[in-house]
């Protein structure tokens, strides 16, 4: 009998407003039957619109109204603390999925350690600095609890097809393409540095880095070199709204060379549209294939997210299906007590923001 899958009870911790927040968007996945995760909502913890503090606060009614339809449809029993959250049933493994701003993961993350989690889903970066995370991490391992991180892209379609072919063709080299879509102004970027003052590498292409981690072995101890592609690169200083100046990049592409020969390329633009790419070339660089993401089974599937529920934020549909992919492969793995297929952990956001330090000021210093 031991052998036998057992349910998995989620808590999640931080719902936020409905069509707003990404822990109403796990919700609301978790609860639709189209999405086949094999798992089941059975406690929101929702810290601030729960709180005296934050009855009057934006949002607040719209939240009211989809707790009571969670209480009456689907028994979704509702806290403010995590605390105060009781034991999780002896016939189920239970799933924290932490949804919360980032400066109050450590705290959040302590609290799911004491209520009897297995295992622990936690969005990126998972907290405000390395330390902090590396502490959250021996923490859960002296525990055995398993901890599981949102970078979607490891679960990516067009990651899989990009692997599949360079694996399948020698000698190849690939580079991950990360787009976003800001008005190339310098009002535009200097407010886009300011409201992200992290840095590039921490936050819009943390993703990749997290690629590189997983599956191209790259960690700071693994690197023999590191490649700045001054053409396809720029590096500004830029005034901040506050009327503060930032440094950062706006387009970025580099290359990296670990000490067992793998290569990967990274090329992250601020300003060069909506899509995600894998680009394959061969040894002369004559690109050889593309794999985009979203491709157009992936399209159907944001135009019906679109339609089950309107409004929400626009990158919740563009993320909607690796979002519940993640959540099936971890459900599943927790259920059947196996490891996630390419789901990152914790140990490698730990060493994904590690590289993200080691590379910022190796790149600025090429390219400035």
Known sequence: MSNQPQSVSVVLVGCGAPLKSMGWYHATQLLCNDYKIPAQLDVIVEPWYLS???????????????????????????????????????????????SARTADNPKLFEACLGIGCHSIFLEKPGAPSLPELEVMMNRAKALSVNVFMGFNKNVSKYVAKTREYEAQHPGTKVTYV??????????????????????????????????????????VDSIASVEADKDSSSCKSLKGPSGTVFTDFDKLKFTITTKDGKVISILADRCGGDDSVGVVTDSEGTELVRFTMPDKEDSAQIENAEKRIPGAMPYF???????????QRVAKAISDGTTPEGVATIDVAVETLKLAEYLTPILQKQLL
Do not use: W
Not at 317 to 327: G, I, R, S, V
């Open 317 to 327: 549909y563009m993320q909607d299906p690796d979002y519940a992919k993640l959540k």
């Open 178 to 219: 990360h787009n976003n879509n800001y008005d190339p102004s310098e009002a535009t970027l200097g407010e886009c540095f300011e409201r992200n003052a992290e840095g590039m590498l921490k936050n819009m292409a943390i993703h990749e880095l997290a690629l590189a981690v997983t599956y191209y072995g790259a960690k």
């Open 52 to 98: 005296e503090t934050g009855k009057n606060s934006q949002g607040y009614d719209e939240f009211i109204r989809f707790k009571t339809e969670l209480e009456t449809s689907h028994k979704v029993k509702f806290f403010s603390t995590v605390k105060d959250v009781p034991p999780p049933d002896n016939s189920t493994k239970r799933l924290a999925i932490i």
